[in-house]
C-alpha cells in the first residue's frame, strides 16, 4: 500500500457523529462536514481508465487488454528473432538489453491495466521457475502506486456492507485514508470508544476481475496451445492462472482474510513477541474489514527503531523464526511478508506487527514432513534424502535424468556446507583456522575450482531442466520468495544478517524436538520408498542390490519405468528435419496464397488480392528464415563431424 501508514497517528480525524448527537441536526452538519471534506480530500487524481469502470463498456476493458497482450507478444517475439538487430547483431547482451526493456514497458502497461493486472504482475514476479530473470527483477517493483478512490465511494462501500449508515456505525471516521492500494484503503475510525481502523475495497472490484479474468483465461488457453515449453511441467498456463484468480478473489473477500487474521493469532497466541491486531466481526463484511488499531513503525525504517531502543539482530531473527513457526509448526503462512505488512512496536523489547491477511499460503501435513524431511537431508548431508523429500513433495517428478538432479544436488549441499563451516569459523573468530581455510587454496586456484564446478553444474541444470523434473507448486514459489523478501528485511536491520544462520539451527530443533513423530516419517518414506522410488534412487547411488534390480524390472515391466538414452546426434538431426518441415510448410502456404491472389486479381476484387498477396508475403519471410535456420544448423553438424 502507498500512501501512508499507521503510526502516522490520527491527526486529522473528522468528526462525523458523536454519539449521543441528536439524531437529524447533528447528522446533516456531520454529513456537510463529510460531503466538505470529501471535495478536499487530495486523493481525487483520476486513474487509470479502470478507474471509472461503470462508464465503458466490457468491450472497451476486453479491447485494451487484447491491444496490450498482442502489443507484448509481438514485442517478445521479435526480441529473439535476429534480423530485428540489424547490422549490430545479436549479441547475448543485447538480447538482456532488449529483455530488460520490454520488462520495464511491460510493468508500466500493468499499472495501467489497472488492479487485475497489477496483482498477476506481483503473483509473477514469484515465478523464477517460469519467467527469465529481468522479469522477474521488473515485476518484483511493481508496486500498487495507484490513487485512491473517493471517500465518498468508501463511505458508500462502508454503508452498504454493514447495511446502515455511516454516522450510526462509527462516532469517528476519517475522511482521508491512511494508506491506499490496488485493491482497497485503509481509513481510521472509532466505534465503540475504541480506535480501529477500516479496510474499504475499491468499487466493482470484482466486476473488473470477472471482465479481466475472463480475457487472460483465454490468453492463458492460448499460451498452453502454443507454447513449447507449456507440456504439463513448469509451464503450465492454465494451471497458473487457475492459482493466480484463485488467490485474487480471495484477497477482495475480507471476511476471509478476518478468518485468516484469527487463525494467525491463535497460532502465535503464546508468542507475545507477536501482535496481531483483532477483528471486530460486529462492523465487518466481505467489503469492509474493521479491525483494532496496533500501530507501529513499518521494519524497514531502521532508523526509529533504532531511535525506539529495539535490537535491530533481535529483531531480525524474530522475523525469520516466526516465519519458520509459520511454515514448519502450523503450516498457516503469510504469502506476503513485505516491509509494509510487518512493523515494530515497543512493546516486550520490539513486537512484530502482522498486518493484510489477505493472501495465506497452507502446507498441508504430508508437505510439511516433507519439508522437514528435506531439512533433514541438508542437515545430514544426504543428497539422497533430499531427492526424495523433494519427490515426496510433488516438487520433484520421477524419470528425469536423476543423474544431472542428483550431481547438482550434491553440489548445492557441498557448497552449502562449506559456507556454513567458514561462517562458523569465521564467527569462532579462530585466526588460525581463518588463515588454513583461506590459505587452502590460492584466490586463483579456488577461481578455477569453482568455474569448474559451475560449468558442470550449468550442464547438469541444463539437463535437468531440459528434462524439466521440477514443478514448482504456487506454495513454493511464494516459500521462495518470501525467504527473498525476509532475507532484504534482515540485511536491513542488521548488515550481517545471514538467513541461514538462523534457519539451520531451528530446523535442527524442531527435528531434534519431533524425534519421535521423525521415526515414524522416517519408516513412512522408507515404506514407501521400497515400493516406488528407492530402487530407481539407488540405480544412481552405487552399487545395486539384487532386490533393487528385481523391482526396477518390475516396474518396467508394469511401464511405470522407462529407460532414456540420449543420442544428441539424433536430436540434432530431428531438429534440421523440423526446421525443413517448417519450411516446406511456409513455402507451401505461401505459394496457396500467391494463387489465391492471382485469382482474386483477375476477378477484379482487388481486396481480397492485397490481402493474399500479403499473406503470401509473409509465408515467404518464413520460407526464407527457416531456410537459413536449416543451413546454418547444417554448418554446425558439419563443424561437429569435422571436429
Ligand atoms: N490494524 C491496523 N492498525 C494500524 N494500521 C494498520 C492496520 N491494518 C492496516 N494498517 C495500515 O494500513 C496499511 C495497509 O494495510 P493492508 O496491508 O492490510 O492493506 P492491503 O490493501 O492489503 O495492502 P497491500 O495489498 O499493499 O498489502 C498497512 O501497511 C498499515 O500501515
Request: include cysteine.
Amino acid at each position: 500500500m502507498q500512501g501512508g501508514c499507521a503510526d502516522s497517528g490520527v491527526g486529522h480525524v473528522h468528526r462525523l457523529a458523536e454519539q449521543d448527537a441528536a439524531a437529524t441536526s447533528g447528522r446533516e452538519a456531520a454529513e456537510e462536514d463529510l460531503s466538505k471534506s470529501t471535495a478536499r480530500s487530495p486523493y481525487q487524481a483520476p486513474g487509470g481508465r479502470w478507474s471509472n469502470f461503470r462508464t465503458y463498456s466490457v468491450w472497451q476493458r476486453t479491447f485494451m487488454i487484447w491491444g496490450f497482450a498482442i502489443k507484448f507478444f509481438f514485442k517478445l517475439w521479435l526480441v529473439g528473432r535476429k534480423f530485428s538487430y540489424g547490422k549490430a547483431g545479436m549479441t547475448e547482451a543485447r538480447v538482456s538489453e532488449r529483455r530488460r526493456n520490454l520488462a520495464a514497458w511491460l510493468r508500466e502497461g500493468l499499472i495501467k491495466l489497472g488492479p487485475t493486472f497489477i496483482k498477476i504482475g506481483q503473483q509473477f514476479s514469484t515465478r523464477v521457475d517460469v519467467l527469465s530473470p529481468e522479469f522477474v527483477k521488473e515485476l518484483e517493483m511493481l508496486q500498487d502506486n495507484v490513487p485512491a478512490f473517493s471517500s465518498e465511494a468508501a463511505v458508500a462501500t462502508v454503508e452498504r456492507g454493514l447495511g446502515k449508515p455511516i454516522l450510526e456505525v462509527f462516532q469517528e471516521f476519517q475522511l482521508e485514508p491512511i494508506a491506499a492500494a490496488s485493491l482497497g484503503q485503509v481509513h481510521l475510525a472509532r466505534v465503540d470508544g475504541e480506535r480501529v481502523v477500516v479496510k474499504v475495497q475499491r468499487p466493482y472490484l470484482k466486476e473488473i476481475f470477472d471482465v479481466d479474468l475472463k480475457n487472460i483465461r483465454v490468453l492463458a488457453q492460448i499460451l498452453q496451445a502454443v507454447d513449447p515449453k507449456s507440456d504439463g511441467a513448469a509451464r503450465d498456463w492454465v494451471a497458473i492462472y487457475d492459482e493466480c484468480s484463485r488467490i485474487l478473489y480471495q484477497e477482495i473477500d475480507y471476511e476471509l482474510e478476518g478468518k485468516n487474521a484469527d487463525r494467525f493469532r491463535v497460532n502465535f497466541q503464546n508468542t507475545p513477541w507477536i501482535k496481531v491486531p483483532k477483528v471486530l466481526w460486529k462492523y465487518t463484511a466481505q467489503q469492509v474489514l474493521t479491525m483494532e488499531y496496533a500501530p507501529g513503525v513499518k521494519i524497514n525504517r531502521t532508523a526509529e527503531i533504532e531511535r525506539m531502543g529495539v535490537d535491530r539482530k533481535e529483531l531480525a531473527r524474530r522475523t525469520v523464526e516466526c516465519y519458520l513457526q509459520q511454515l514448519l509448526t502450523y503450516g498457516f503462512f503469510h504469502a506476503d511478508p513485505h516491509p509494509g505488512n510487518i512493523a515494530v512496536d515497543a512493546e516486550g523489547g520490539g513486537r512484530l506487527i502482522y498486518y493484510d491477511f489477505g493472501m495465506m499460503g497452507t502446507i498441508p501435513g504430508d508437505v510439511r514432513a516433507g519439508l522437514l524431511e528435506l531439512f533433514y537431508g541438508v542437515y545430514q548431508k544426504d543428497p539422497d534424502r533430499c531427492i526424495e523429500a523433494l519427490i515426496s513433495m510433488g516438487v520433484l517428478v520421477p524419470g528425469g535424468d536423476r543423474v544431472a538432479v542428483r550431481r547438482t544436488a550434491v553440489f548445492f549441499l557441498k557448497s552449502f556446507e562449506e559456507r556454513l563451516q567458514q561462517q562458523k569459523e569465521e564467527a569462532k573468530n579462530n585466526p588460525e583456522y581463518g588463515a588454513t581455510f583461506k590459505n587452502q587454496l590460492s584466490k586463483d586456484e579456488k577461481k578455477v575450482r569453482r568455474k569448474q564446478i559451475l560449468a558442470n553444474i550449468g550442464e547438469d541444470l541444463l539437463v535437468a531442466s531440459a528434462d524439466k523434473p521440477f514443478r514448482f507448486p504456487a506454495t513454493f514459489t511464494f516459500v521462495v520468495r518470501s525467504f527473498t523478501v525476509l532475507d532484504g528485511i534482515g540485511k536491513g536491520l542488521d548488515p550481517r544478517f545471514d538467513i541461514s544462520e538462523i534457519a539451520a539451527p531451528y530446523a535442527r530443533s524442531l527435528i531434534l524436538e519431533a524425534k519421535p513423530q521423525f521415526a515414524k516419517l522416517q519408516q513412512d518414506f522408507n515404506k514407501r520408498l521400497a515400493t516406488q522410488n528407492r530402487a530407481v534412487v539407488n540405480l544412481f547411488r552405487g552399487p545395486n542390490m539384487i532386490e533393487d534390480v528385481a523391482v526396477t524390472m518390475r516396474r518396467l515391466e508394469d511401464g511405470d519405468l522407462k529407460l532414456r538414452v540420449r543420442a544428441l546426434d539424433a536430436e540434432r538431426a530431428l531438429t534440421r528435419v523440423l526446421a525443413n518441415q517448417n519450411m516446406m510448410s511456409s513455402m507451401l502456404l505461401a505459394g496457396t496464397m500467391m494463387n489465391i491472389g492471382t485469382l482474386f486479381s483477375v476477378s477484379a476484387m482487388a481486396s481480397a488480392a492485397t490481402a493474399s498477396f500479403v499473406g503470401a508475403s509473409v509465408f515467404g519471410f518464413f520460407s526464407l528464415v527457416n531456410f537459413l535456420k536449416v543451413k546454418n544448423l547444417e554448418k554446425k553438424e558439419a563443424q561437429l563431424l569435422g571436429a
